[in-house]
């Protein structure tokens, strides 16, 4: 793994606001609460959390499909929320993101040839026979003949559309990959393709991803690191070998036991009280302290900060 940094998060806080109740009054969310990350080019980082933890918000908001309310993004070394234009639409074309549902995420009135030449017609000056040459050469990178590029969306299975949304996520030549949830809408019978096609993508040719996923079998097959993420904060990071063999957050261990595909020998079940709190009423102190099988009174007024090295972990048991 390459420990060179392209993409780092400083800070982050991510708010969104929603209507509630009959009168349409504002509740806000609070979906990211200060995650600072740094991402080596060539690694696979895969963030893990149940639903509602706020993974896919900060790959959203890493790519400004959601409003940051204050922190900092820098894409190698330059801040990407202060950038002048210009750098702003290299980083666009440098980072593409992968969306959970190929059902939804490609346009089911264009032609596959259409739907991936797009982005080289709004972002480069290609001609149009290096547009018809690049995107070629992508659906056979992904797999799929050349003689599907004339055909409509829905006239492939679920897995041949994500592998037709990862060729249009190729054809601006990206240094990275937000993939979120890329395998949760397909039958496992097919989801096997597109991991392989992942790892293919960062083996040989360097890509980078940030993996969302609550798939526990998925990141240890895929990633090199993981980082756990509850209720907007990410309380352990490290290389996957360390957090499946010794995990340390009391989170991570639940995290861990709940995955049926895993050895049921290698993680004993814990059993969480209660459910996730709402991100629109954080609780004070360590967030996981409502949960907290080894809950301590100063976790309900303090917050614990982040220690180790390359290991990380943010809980008062290991001050
Ligand atoms: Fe549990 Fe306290 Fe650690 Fe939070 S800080 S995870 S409540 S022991």
Redesign the pocket.
């Known amino acids: 793994m390459a420990e060179q940094t392209i993409l780092r998060t400083q800070n982050l806080y991510v708010e969104c606001k929603t209507n509630k109740g009959v009168f349409g009054e504002k509740t806000t969310i609070h979906a990211v609460n200060g995650v600072s990350l740094d991402i080596c080019k060539g690694e696979i980082l895969a963030i893990a959390g149940e639903s509602g933890c706020g993974k896919s918000t900060l790959a959203k908001a890493i790519i400004q499909l959601e409003p940051i309310k204050s922190g900092e993004i820098f894409f190698e070394g330059k801040n990407t929320l202060s950038s002048p234009q210009k750098v702003l639409s290299e980083f666009r074309k440098k980072v593409q993101m992968v969306f959970q549902n190929p059902y939804a995420s490609l346009n089911p009135k264009m032609k596959i040839i259409d739907i991936l030449k797009e982005p080289l017609e709004i972002n480069t000056d290609y001609s149009s026979e290096k547009i018809l040459k690049t995107v070629k050469d992508k659906i056979k990178l992904v797999g799929l003949d050349e003689n599907c590029l004339n055909l409509y969306p829905h006239e492939f299975s679920g897995g041949q559309r994500q592998r037709i949304a990862i060729a249009r996520a190729l054809v601006l030549e990206p240094e990275f990959i937000l993939a979120d949830e890329p395998v949760s809408a397909l039958d496992v019978s097919i989801q096997a393709q597109v991991i392989n096609l992942i790892k293919e993508l960062n083996e040989k040719y360097k890509l980078t991803f940030l993996l969302i996923t609550h798939d526990i079998s998925v990141i240890k097959y895929l990633a090199d690191r993981i980082a756990i993420m509850y209720l907007g904060e990410i ?1 352990e990071i490290g290389k996957t070998e360390d957090i499946f063999n010794s995990p340390l ?3 991570t261990k639940a995290l861990l036991s709940s995955a049926p595909q895993l050895n049921k020998t290698e993680h004993k079940k814990i059993i969480l009280k209660g459910d996730l709190p709402s991100p629109a009423n954080l609780p004070n ?5 409502t949960r ?5 009174e ?3 007024f303090n917050i ?1 900060q982040e220690k180790g090295i390359s290991h990380k972990v ?5 001050e």
């Open positions: 309380v957050h009391p989170y102190g360590c967030k996981f302290h907290c099988p080894y809950v301590m100063k976790c309900k614990p943010s809980c008062f048991l290991y």
